[in-house]
């Protein structure tokens, strides 16, 4: 048999060169247009196959992942990702421990001289303040993909929960309309990210929370600049969650999950009133006799006992896991474009 000029890698290659965000930091998923997150995507489809193998497009490239908060799926996602690309890494978990910023470094300092090891940076801090430094940086440092900024911003979470609705319902964003429901929307950073995601692509948003913790003014200006198709409701029963999801359409919800740490007040509070955010599986299956849609239901993870019922991960309604095995792919994808092949 033969094989085509296009076979396999080149056509990645290609693909890669045709998206064009070669060098660039990434701060908000809404830095990215349309046409650049589709080429996100299909790049991400086309690197699928070797996700669990190799495929050498970053030989020689070395990652440093640096997490000033805890970690487990973004930061082994990435690291995943740069070692099946052919790529090396760096690390830092535990920051303000190990590393120089124990001793007083400023966070300008510490990217100005991680920048001269890597060529790529994943970076988590607990501030959003973080961004004016990655800003005044600029073109001076190696590209810094924020692994979570602070309250407001998780782009690459939001990429991958992006793909996930792109794997589950197609590459039409206009035809989806999506949940994103938590008791506290001001701290839910994976939900802000996927939110402003769906709106770049023109998808229908529902904001579900409850009243003094809604959306924060930096998400909302950026939906209301881009005309995004969004409204907010606050306060529901589950009853009517239920009620709204199956008379509205809704093809996904999306759970941010609890961003409190163990032991702080907030943290109680907060899983009590997950009750009425609280799906289960027999409740999914009356909203699919209503609507006869089978509503998805993903989750950011980590998960805690009464965020939604368990019995889901065996049903036809789960996407939580499923989206941990496109994880790689499109982390994969996202370093290959900002490193250039």
């Known amino acids: 048999m033969t094989l085509t000029v296009d076979f396999g890698p080149n056509d990645i290659v290609k693909q890669i060169e045709k998206t064009g965000i070669k060098g660039r930091h990434l701060i908000f998923i809404d830095d990215l247009s349309p046409t650049e997150l589709d080429n996100l995507f299909q790049t991400a489809a086309m690197l699928e196959p070797f996700w669990r193998y190799r495929i050498p497009l970053l030989e020689g490239k070395v990652l440093c992942t640096q997490f000033f ?39 300008y300092d510490t990217l100005r001289v991680t920048s001269q090891y890597a060529d790529v940076i994943v970076f988590r801090h607990p501030d959003e303040s973080v961004i004016d430094t990655i800003e005044q940086l600029g073109s001076d440092v190696s590209p810094i993909i924020s692994g979570g900024y602070g309250n407001v911003t998780h782009p690459t979470q939001g990429l991958l929960d992006m793909y996930t609705a792109y794997r589950a319902l197609g590459a039409d964003f206009k035809q989806m309309t999506v949940m994103i429901a938590t008791p506290d929307l001001s701290r839910a950073r994976s939900g802000q990210s996927f939110g402003l995601g769906l709106a770049r692509m023109g998808a229908r948003l529902i904001y579900s929370g409850t009243t003094g913790l809604e959306t924060s003014d930096v998400i909302r200006k950026k939906l209301q600049a881009m005309n995004a198709n969004f409204v907010e409701v606050n306060d529901l029963t589950i009853a009517q969650h239920e009620e709204m999801i199956a008379d509205e359409g809704v093809d996904l919800v999306y759970l941010p999950g609890c961003s409190v740490k163990k032991g702080d007040p907030g943290r109680d509070d907060f899983l009590k009133k997950m009750a009425e955010y609280y799906f289960t599986l027999e409740g999914l299956q009356k909203i699919k006799q209503k609507s006869g849609k089978t509503v998805g239901l993903m989750h950011s993870l980590p998960r805690n006992e009464g965020e939604f019922d368990f019995a889901i991960d065996a049903s036809e309604h789960e996407l939580y896991f499923k989206q941990i095995g496109f994880s790689v792919p499109l982390r994969m994808s996202l370093l290959a474009n900002i490193c250039g092949v």
């Open 69 to 107: 908060q805890p970690s487990t799926r973004t930061r082994f996602s990435h690291e995943t990702a740069m070692f099946r690309l052919g790529g090396n890494v760096i690390t830092e978990s535990n920051p303000l421990v190990s590393s120089s910023a124990a001793k007083g470094e400023s966070l």
